[in-house]
């Protein structure tokens, strides 16, 4: 994620009601601090939480433990750090495999920081994180350093365990990734979604997450988390699940698809948003994060995206005149 990009600041919107007590299709249990992070932060709605995006050093780390932020969003893999010379989970994003500070060491800074928070009325002013795993070989160590630590603020468990538009093949398999979850933290957010990339689709406005996408996915959590039905009632518990969703492609998605989404769980809109994007969002119906940041030109005007359409013109162009060239010396020869 580009870190000199600002986050939006997120403005409610009087014209459209925020429904944080939306109604899933199956039954979460409320009873565990990830299921009430509004309540936890004492905040209006979903869409105040403040997210501290790519913390993934500890000066990036310090500034968001002195900011306003509820959640610290970070990036895993296996690396180097220079207090950890062997090969370990450290902060990071691919393709780098060196941080200046270990996910344990990470972890611990921000639990011993939450620990200063000892009043039940004081709990708002400590911060959970959004773990952002890129490694499956960081996955359960990691998981297994949370569980013995017993953190005691939400805790998103993030990974892109489908592959999106533009998207190159998952290193996370489904089945081994809520396999982990359940075995170590049932009770975390589980924060799934798709490997996507730059496509032109986006210049043609059919970029959009699909049906066959959302009946995957949904099919993989039923797998995970079993419905016990008694008559027409779902009484299993899951933990809760969100959907993050690039807002660029969320936006050209069916209406169903997001429909969908939000009847299994809540969105969590990521990158770059425009304020078009951004009024869009409000006319849903359910919980909603906003993880985004201010647009850039190439995100306002779809530039990057058009480079594909713009060299594939230019070659046929180009091969146009050669073939009319060579034809045009043929009829002289």
Not at 224 to 250: E, S, V
Request: net charge positive.
């Amino acid at each position: 994620m580009n870190s000199t990009l600002k986050q939006r600041k997120v403005t409610p919107n009087p014209d459209v009601t925020n429904n944080n007590n939306f109604t899933h299709s199956v039954e979460v249990d409320k009873n565990n601090i990830n299921s009430n992070i509004i309540d936890f932060f004492q905040v209006k709605s979903s869409r105040d939480i403040i997210w501290s995006h790519a913390t993934n050093s500890a000066y990036k780390l310090a500034v968001a433990l002195a900011s306003k932020c509820h959640m610290i969003e970070a990036d895993i893999l296996m690396g180097t750090c220079p207090s950890h010379p062997a090969t370990i989970a450290i902060m990071s994003h691919p393709p780098h495999k060196r941080s200046d500070i270990s996910f344990e060491d990470f972890i611990l800074s921000i639990h011993n920081a939450n620990k200063t928070f000892v009043g039940k009325g004081d709990q708002y002013l400590k911060k959970g994180v959004k773990l952002d795993f890129k490694d499956p070989d960081s996955l359960v160590p990691c998981l297994k350093f949370l569980k013995a630590l017993n953190f005691d603020a939400p805790i998103f468990i993030n990974a892109d365990i489908w592959r999106g538009l533009g998207g190159k093949k998952c290193e996370f398999l489904p089945k081994n990734f809520f396999k982990a979850c359940k075995l170590f933290l049932p009770n975390a957010t589980i924060s799934i979604g798709w490997k996507v990339g730059k496509s032109y689709k986006l210049l043609c406005k059919c970029a959009g997450y699909t049906m066959k996408q959302v009946d995957q996915a949904i099919a993989d959590i039923d797998d995970a988390y079993p419905l016990l039905n008694d008559g027409n009632k779902n009484n299993m518990k899951r933990p809760h699940i969100t959907f993050p969703l690039q807002t660029l492609m969320a936006r050209q998605s069916n209406d169903d698809v997001i429909i969908k989404l939000l009847n299994v769980g809540s969105i969590t809109f990521w990158g770059e948003a425009r304020d078009e994007d951004v009024e869009w969002t409000h006319t849903l119906n359910g919980i909603i994060y906003m993880d985004t940041l201010e647009p850039s030109l190439q995100a306002k005007y779809l530039i990057t995206y058009a480079l594909p359409v713009l060299l594939t013109g230019c070659g046929v162009f180009a091969l146009t005149m050669i073939f009319q060239m060579f034809g045009n010396v043929g009829q002289f020869s």
